[in-house]
T-cell receptor, first 115, second 118 residues
């Protein structure tokens, strides 16, 4: 069984400030890790994913995330946010070993960028 | 390349009525997923298809929900009869379908169908 916890349901931040969105997971098997973004009335779009190798992963729109196995975390960061980054962000995991390809999502973090 | 197409985008029905959602995945994608997204929550898998075969439907409430993917391309998800608690966004996603174990495939999501049951 897997679960994903996104510790903050909402994160308000001013434009050009840095931001970190937190994600912790629990799993009995090895996992792949993903961050998706959902803009209003749109589907989810992949920001980045960790499969293997370097624990620091760079994604689109200037976002990056770091996999920390010991803390079972995969926090998302951006050094300077824009108004256009206002959206819902979802952390997700999938099984590495069992072949079950479905994603298990967290409940999401709403990033609100203020001018 | 066209993305995942879903229709309708919005649907309002009375409880106990039937409803159907349609999804056309990205061309060449063998794997198709239906997810349910309740308000304020992340998506949850309902069913996954590998080509025409439903390989993971453990979360699909089979008493009222059904799905099909004829010819391994587009798919339809049906609810009959709908209940108030079915009000949610129904998301379709597709992926290429990698060989071997694991979920490394990137899933591409459609815009969803927002269902309101009155």
């Amino acid at each position: 069984a897997q679960s994903v916890t996104q510790l903050d349901s909402q994160v308000p931040v001013f434009e050009e400030a840095p931001v970190e969105l937190r994600c912790n997971y629990s799993s009995s098997v090895s996992v792949y890790l993903f961050w998706y973004v959902q803009y209003p009335n749109q589907g989810l779009q992949l920001l980045l994913k960790y499969l293997s190798g370097s624990t620091l992963v760079k994604g689109i729109n200037g976002f990056e995330a770091e996999f920390n196995k010991s803390q079972t975390s995969f926090h998302l960061r951006k050094p300077s946010v824009h108004i256009s980054d206002t959206a819902e962000y979802f952390c997700a995991v999938s099984d590495r070993d069992t072949g079950r390809r479905a994603l298990t999502f967290g409940s999401g973090t709403r990033l609100q960028v203020q001018p | 390349e066209a993305g995942v197409v879903q229709s309708p985008r919005y649907k309002i029905i009375e409880k106990k009525q039937p409803v159907a959602f349609w999804c056309n995945p990205i061309s060449g994608h063998n794997t198709l997923y239906w997810y349910l997204q309740n308000l304020g929550q992340g998506p949850e898998l309902l069913i996954r298809y590998e080509n025409e075969e439903a390989v993971d439907d453990s979360q699909l409430p089979k008493d009222r929900f059904s799905a099909e993917r004829l010819k391994g391309v587009d798919s339809t998800l049906k609810i009959q009869p709908a209940e108030l608690g079915d009000s949610a966004v129904y998301l379709c996603a597709s992926s290429r379908g990698v060989t071997g174990p694991g979920g490394a495939d990137t899933q591409y999501f459609g815009p969803g169908t927002r269902l309101t049951v009155l």
